[in-house]
């Protein structure tokens, strides 16, 4: 006999109430109803898949950005499984900032090869300006940040940032932490998100 949808539901309810203990045990700054809250926003965006592909994630922008995927996607396998998307989240909304640095140096290590370059910066940097339409040469302007950037972060001097010196940096000015694109959410956009996210379904 099948299944009615009475029953799917709350087989799925049990489920995710299953999903969310084991996540919420794993991963930190989420407790179980807020990480059950995350697996149901998860599924809503994705139609119930576990899942989501670099070819399907458009519909995740208003949270991640494109740019950002390959830190979500731990084990680099080209999707995002319901794990990942919450340890991902739990770094983005509300991690320490031990965890931000390590998140955003992986974001602006476009390569992964462990250090950022002078080609990675002005990449980043290009795509992150606001160009007036009467400026002469902005890219000028850009490569002389670039230069201004290395004498202040690339603190032993071999011509590209790595994890230490990128860490240094920041510690010693918080500002620094998005100095190549900004890579988090604002204070607001993370407190409208967890507002509307942490919401009770209704009929709870």
């Not at 926003?41 to 458009?58: A, E, M, R, Y």
């Not at 208003?62 to 990942?84: N, P, Q, R, W």
């Not at 972060?153 to 240094?168: I, K, Q, V």
């Amino acid at each position: 006999m099948p299944t009615s949808l009475p029953e799917m539901s709350a087989l799925n309810k049990k489920l995710t109430q299953t999903l969310a203990e084991t996540i919420s045990k794993q991963v930190k700054h989420f407790n179980k109803r807020e990480t059950e809250c995350l697996i149901r926003l998860c599924n809503g965006l994705l139609g119930d898949q576990t899942l989501v592909s670099i070819h399907n994630s458009k519909s995740l922008l208003l949270l991640v950005y494109l740019a950002v995927f390959h830190t979500f996607d731990k084990d680099s396998d080209g999707y995002i499984s319901v794990k990942e998307w919450i340890e991902g989240l739990s770094v983005f909304l509300r991690g320490t900032l031990d965890e931000k640095i390590k998140y955003c140096f992986a974001v602006y290590d476009l390569n992964s090869d462990g250090y950022i370059s002078r080609e990675e910066m002005l990449q980043m940097l290009n795509d992150s300006m606001i160009r007036e339409p009467t400026e002469e040469d902005p890219d000028e302007g850009i490569k002389d940040l670039v230069e201004i950037t290395f004498k202040r972060m690339d603190y032993d001097h071999d011509g590209r940032l790595s994890y230490a010196d990128f860490e240094r940096a920041v510690r010693e000015e918080n500002l620094l932490l998005e100095a190549f694109g900004s890579c988090l959410p604002d204070a607001e956009s993370t407190l409208v998100f967890e507002e509307q996210a942490f919401k009770d379904p209704p009929g709870q």
